[in-house]
């Protein structure tokens, strides 16, 4: 069955403590897998897309990267507006219908 | 950048009522989606649409109708609202080259 799990649940970090958030799936033929943000009381805002092992995006204090299992968000000297829960997604072959959330790993950076 | 707004930020509705939530997007993308998000439980998807009068179920179509009458609107339509309809809807509309999804603000619907 295709799933994917997020690790840790809840994370809080002190104003510059870098760290990393963990996206394991399993799932029949990738075709992407997507990293969103979610403040409180509002929809997902889209990070990154990666398609293929090995891909690596960067966005501010952001870098998302991937393996054949899992995929991590490495935060680099983080401030507390990057406080919110981060979602991960795979889509597998059959399209829109295959799209499959993570429950989130809520991250809380204290100043 | 895709817009994508939702008709109402905040519902309350009372059970057995009729409830329509309505979504638009600013750019020409064929797929649209509607989602709930309860906590402990993630973001589960309840139907989409691939364009104008087509639709698919998706994992919790249960109690939910959608229509798509012009390609930029996708409504979702409780027929009967129930207690355990309470949650947060969300939106979203697909591009379809990178398969990537842009959400609206979400509507936080609770019935009583």
């Known amino acids: 069955e295709d799933q994917v799990t997020q690790s840790p649940e809840a994370l809080r970090l002190q104003e510059g403590e870098s760290s990393s958030l963990n996206c394991s799936y399993t799932v029949s033929g990738l075709r992407g897998l997507f990293w969103y943000r979610q403040d409180p009381g509002k929809g997902p805002e889209f990070l990154f897309t990666l398609y293929s092992a090995g891909e690596e995006k960067e966005k501010e204090r952001l870098k998302a990267t991937l393996t054949k299992k899992e995929s991590f968000l490495h935060i680099t000297a983080p401030k507390p507006e990057d406080s919110a829960t981060y979602l991960c997604?795979?889509?597998?072959?059959?399209?829109?219908?295959?799209?499959?959330f993570g429950s989130g790993t809520r991250l809380s950076i204290r100043p | 950048d895709v817009k994508v707004t939702q008709s109402s930020r905040y519902l309350v509705k009372r059970t057995g009522e009729k409830v329509f939530l309505e979504c638009v997007q600013d750019?020409?993308?064929?797929?649209m989606f509607w989602y709930r998000q309860d906590p402990g439980l993630g973001l589960r998807l309840i139907y989409f649409?691939?364009?104008?009068?087509?639709?698919e179920k998706g994992d919790i179509p249960e109690g939910y109708s959608v229509s798509r009458e012009k390609k930029e609107r996708f409504s979702l339509i409780l027929e009967s609202a129930s207690t355990n309809q309470t949650s947060m809807y969300l939106c979203?509309?697909?591009?379809?080259?990178?398969?990537?999804?842009?959400f609206g603000p979400g509507t936080r619907l609770t019935v009583t």
């Open positions: 997604a795979v889509q597998g072959p059959r399209g829109a219908s295959k799209i499959i």
């Open positions: 649409s691939y364009d104008v009068k087509m639709k």
């Open positions: 750019m020409d993308h064929e797929n």
């Open positions: 979203a509309a697909e591009d379809g080259s990178s398969y990537e999804q842009y």
